[in-house]
């Protein structure tokens, strides 16, 4: 599959992998609206491939990404015209709920600062794998302003009340140690070794039923709202679409054949 180059991003493919890197590296990949334009672009790409196994994102430089790009913010307009519910609307949600509806599996390789809504972006991804030298910031407190980009949704339902108080309200930078000790993300790479190892985690998604994977996103999601009554219904629908499909056949074949399945 050829190379998609955008004004700040790349998509490109390893196998059934498809890799995304933030391309705006002198900004620390900060969000700016031809972000915005070129994400929908990819969410699109995306969605219409249907052997995808995985995503990876990424950005180039020191920054997965800072969030917003504030250089480009109108101060004249503070305190008037300007209408920052708006530009989340109309960006940052459908940022958010594209690459949760994306059909496969997601993986943020966060290999620097991944600080306001850069941070939402990373928490809307299924997995984080991040460089050992890579920071996490609610960076929103510093400048006056409050979670935006799913990380008021995202962050208590990862680590809890009273962790996702301390990020947001003291606006501290989290090393990558300690987001593994909060349980923030999945796993810790040397200095290196982030794609490597990103790469080998999404192979090991890719070995997976596909289908059942986004119907554990499904339930994951709708586990902190749903009452015991409801989360058990959930279950039996989603199991009643997974027992009809071809793979479960395979896996319970498989498993009488002492052999490795093969999803299709």
Known sequence: MPKLILDTMELDYNGNIAILTLSREKALNAMNQDYFDNFKAVLNKLSAKSDLKALIITGRGNGFSVGADLKNLPIEKIDSDLDLGK???????????????????????????????????????????????AQFFQAFINIALVPDAGSSYFLPRIIGRARSTEMMMLGEAISAD??????????????????????????????????ALIQIRALLDSSFENSL????????????????????????TAFNEKRQPKFK
Not at 182 to 209: C, F, N, Q
């Open 229 to 252: 009554t409801d989360q058990l219904e959930a279950e039996a629908a989603a199991q009643q679409i997974a027992g009809k499909n071809e793979n479960f056949k395979e896996g319970v």
């Open 87 to 133: 530009s989340l609307r109309e960006n940052f949600e459908p940022m958010v709920m594209g690459l949760k509806a994306l059909p496969f599996p997601t993986i943020a390789a966060v290999n620097g600062y991944a600080a306001g809504a850069g941070m939402g972006l990373m928490l809307a991804c299924d997995f984080t794998i991040a460089a050992k030298s």
């Open 178 to 211: 300690d987001a593994l000790n909060m349980g923030l993300i999945y796993g810790i790479s040397e200095e290196g070794t982030l794609m490597e190892d990103a790469l080998r985690l999404a192979g090991k998604l890719a070995t997976k039923p596909t289908s």
